[in-house]
């Protein structure tokens, strides 16, 4: 990605809520909702995301590539999928 366009992502998240995504060993796609999501640098481009160690995505993560999904006010439904809560209310 171009480091001024990496920047100005940066710079418009502030908090929020994001989907992690990424492909288990047998190549299916797995997702995780991480409120914990903190960009480290510009050069190299670097990122941290926070999960628990039991977590599945922890486990598909591990020197393996993956998206950061940056969720709209109106995606509640999507974090909660994520999060393992298909069909939940709507975040507040």
Partial sequence: ???????????????????ITCRTPDGAHHGATV???????????????????????????EGEAFAVNVLADDQSDVAMHFAGRPGSDPLP
């Fill in 1 to 19: 990605m171009d480091p001024r366009t990496l920047r100005s992502t940066f710079g418009r998240f502030a908090t929020g809520v994001t989907v």
């Fill in 35 to 61: 409120t914990a999501f903190t960009p480290i640098s510009l050069d190299p481009p670097l990122v941290q995301v926070a999960l628990t160690r039991t977590s599945k995505a922890a486990a598909y993560l």
